[in-house]
């Protein structure tokens, strides 16, 4: 998944606001569409940006497949859209 997910530009972009319900929605949609993001986090510090990663994967029932820097890819398999593993 994360080979697959290199190309991908991040859709949703965690501001200085931290996680509200808007953005939670927001991303639910995303994985909705998708099944594979990439979120862009803007906490200050690695812990922070950790904890903002794995906040948004359980409110969204995502897996948090990888956080590097401040980019992290959430994964939630859909019925819309088949993720096909090379």
């Known amino acids: 998944m994360r080979a697959r997910a290199h190309r991908l530009r991040p859709v949703i972009l965690v501001g200085a ?3 509200s319900e808007a953005l939670v929605a927001e991303t639910d949609r995303a994985l909705h569409d998708h099944a594979l993001i990439k979120v862009r ?9 950790q904890a903002q990663a794995e906040r948004l994967a359980q409110a969204t ?11 992290a890819i959430l994964y939630r398999p859909s019925d819309k859209v088949p993720l096909e593993l090379d």
């Open 17 to 19: 606001a931290g996680i």
């Open 61 to 71: 029932g995502a897996e948090l497949v990888q956080l590097i820097g401040r980019i």
């Open 41 to 49: 986090l803007a906490a200050g510090d690695r812990a922070a940006r």
